[in-house]
């Protein structure tokens, strides 16, 4: 699949490159691409929710009424879960929250995500570029000159330096990742993803080490 290759200012360059029919031209597989993306997730979850349980609870442990004839509940106890303030009962615990997926499905599951934006027309490939000065306006102008403002859009830039990062960040709905950490759920929450001429080959030499 041959793409055109714009500038940072969204203009043809006259060239063209050729993406890896291996890597952007696949038989997708959605449940592939189910499992990777809801495997990040979880694994985005700190997994420290806690309840107090009755050791936990600090209360007295005097009888508060006799034990018949109340009408209520026996209760020997202010820290059991029936009392306002008590423990609770079968509360959650701290634990992990990961999902295991092994890593072939990872790689399936990313040349699809892929797959989808090259065939889906959200694919863009620009000029290695990096911003001369870390101001948003800069990085804004590039983003206006591909005709992205106000599109969810991830832009992955290999060796992309401080001024470039620093310049994106306040941009809300425009993040910048680097080939070898850029993850299947940047890609299929973005509406267009643009990649620089680097990491395209980053991205095909890694999937060819595998």
């Excluded at 509360?91 to 990961?98: D, F, N, Q, R, T």
């Excluded at 890593?103 to 001369?132: M, Q």
Aim: hydrophobic share 35%.
């Amino acid at each position: 699949m041959k793409v055109k290759v714009l500038s940072k200012d969204g203009k043809e360059t006259g060239r063209e490159i050729n993406l890896n029919d291996e890597i952007f031209g696949v038989e997708p597989n959605d449940h592939a691409v189910y499992l990777s993306v809801k495997s990040f997730l979880a694994a985005q979850r700190q997994g420290t929710h806690k309840s107090k349980e009755k050791w936990e609870v600090s209360r007295t442990t005097k009888k508060a009424f006799r034990q018949k004839g109340t009408g209520g509940a026996r209760r020997g106890s202010m820290k059991v879960s029936g009392v306002k303030g008590g423990a609770r009962a079968f509360g959650p615990k701290p634990h992990l929250y990961e999902l295991k997926v092994n890593k072939k499905v990872k790689d399936l599951a990313k040349r699809s995500a892929l797959t989808y934006k090259a065939k889906d027309g959200n694919l863009i490939i620009v000029e290695d570029f990096n911003v001369t000065t870390p101001k948003t306006k800069d990085f804004s102008a590039v983003v206006t000159g591909l005709n992205l403002t106000g599109t969810k859009s991830v832009f992955v830039l290999e060796g992309a330096d401080k001024n470039t990062l620093l310049a994106a960040r306040n941009i809300p709905t425009v993040s910048v990742s680097a080939s070898n950490t850029l993850n299947i759920f940047e890609i299929m929450n973005c509406k267009k993803l643009v990649l620089s001429e680097a990491a395209v080959k980053s991205i095909e030499s890694n999937f060819s080490n595998n």
